[in-house]
C-alpha cells in the first residue's frame, strides 16, 4: 500500500506540473495517456488525491486566472481568450458555477460606492460594521481571527469602494440589530442568485435552522445546493443575514465564516430567547 501510495504521488505530481505548464484546458483523454493510465483510473485517482477531477481542478486554475486579469482591467473578451476559454459566454458561466457572480459584476467591485465603517461591542464579541445611505453592507465578528482580518475580509469584498470611519453614522442600526431599538436597514451588495440565497436566509425564523438543500428548493434551484453553499459562505452580513442557521443536511454545523464558535454561540443565543418567549 504505502509503495502504491508513493507511486500515485508522483504520477499525480506529473499531472499537475503537465496541467500547471499547459496554455489551456488539458482533456481527461490526454491527461491519462501522458500517465498511463485509463481515462477511468486516471479520474479516480486524481479526485482522490487532488479532491476534485481533473476538469474541476482546471476550472479552479482557469477562475483564479481570469481573476486577476479583471482585476488588471481586460475585457471580459481579452480574459476568456487568455484563459483558453471559446468566448465571454464560457467566462460568464465559469463565474456564475463558482462565485455566484458575473465576470462584469466581480470587476466592477464595488466602484463607486461610499461605506462608512465602526467598531461595536456585541453580545459576540467586537464587530466591524459597514453600511452605506442605504444600510448595513458588511458585519463580519473578530472575536476568532482579529481585527485585521475582520477589517481585510469585508474590505477585500469591494476593493474599489471608499472606505470612511464613521460609527455614529451605523449606531442606529446597529442599535436596532442588537437592542431591538428601532429599525435595521440592509443594503445588500452582490449577484442575484446570491441575493436570492440571503433573501431566503432572512425567511428562516430566530431560533430555527435549514439546510442548504431546504434552501436550494426555497429558491427554485433544487439541483444548486453546492452554489447555495458558496453563496451562503459570501454572505457580508453576519447575524442579521443570518447564515448561521444553515446547516449541513446531516445535521452537522458545519463551517462559519466568522468562526464554528461564533456559529455556536449565536444559535445557543437565538435558541434560549426563543424559549424564553414561548
Given at each position: 500500500m504505502e509503495q502504491e501510495n508513493s507511486y500515485h504521488y508522483q504520477v499525480m505530481r506529473r499531472a499537475i506540473e503537465t496541467i500547471d505548464a499547459a496554455s489551456g484546458p488539458v482533456s481527461l483523454a490526454d491527461l491519462a495517456r501522458d500517465m498511463q493510465m485509463s481515462a477511468a483510473h486516471f479520474q479516480r485517482v486524481f479526485t482522490a488525491w487532488v479532491g476534485v477531477s481533473p476538469k474541476r481542478y482546471q476550472q479552479y486554475l482557469q477562475l483564479?486566472?481570469?481573476k486577476t486579469l479583471l482585476r488588471d482591467r481586460f475585457t471580459t473578451l481579452e480574459t476568456a481568450d487568455c484563459v483558453g476559454l471559446s468566448g465571454s459566454g464560457r467566462l460568464h458561466d465559469l463565474f456564475l458555477r463558482w462565485e455566484s457572480m458575473t465576470p462584469g459584476e466581480f470587476a466592477r467591485a464595488g466602484a463607486g460606492l461610499?461605506?462608512?465603517w465602526g467598531w461595536f461591542d456585541t453580545?459576540?464579541?467586537p464587530a466591524l460594521v459597514m453600511g452605506t445611505s442605504k444600510g448595513i453592507c458588511g458585519l463580519a465578528f473578530a472575536a476568532e481571527d482579529g481585527k485585521q482580518?475582520?477589517?481585510?475580509?469585508?474590505t477585500a469584498r469591494w476593493p474599489q469602494a471608499t472606505y470612511t470611519e464613521n460609527p455614529s453614522a451605523?449606531?442606529?442600526w446597529v442599535d436596532a440589530a442588537f437592542a431591538a431599538k428601532g429599525e435595521a436597514c440592509l443594503h445588500m451588495i452582490g449577484?442575484?442568485?446570491q441575493l436570492k440565497v440571503w433573501e431566503a436566509l432572512l425567511s428562516i425564523p430566530s431560533g430555527q435552522v435549514t439546510t442548504y438543500s431546504e434552501i436550494a428548493q426555497a429558491i427554485g434551484k433544487p439541483k444548486a445546493v453546492r452554489a447555495v453553499g458558496t453563496a451562503v459562505g459570501k454572505n457580508p452580513v453576519g447575524f442579521l443575514i443570518p447564515c448561521h442557521r444553515a446547516l449541513r443536511k446531516s445535521g452537522d454545523l458545519?463551517?462559519?465564516h466568522w468562526g464554528l464558535p461564533v456559529k455556536r454561540a449565536l444559535l445557543a443565543w437565538e435558541s434560549?430567547?426563543?424559549e424564553s418567549a414561548a
Open positions: 483564479d486566472h481570469a461610499a461605506v462608512s453580545p459576540f464579541g482580518a475582520a477589517m481585510d475580509d469585508l451605523l449606531r442606529p449577484a442575484p442568485f458545519g463551517r462559519y434560549a430567547r426563543a
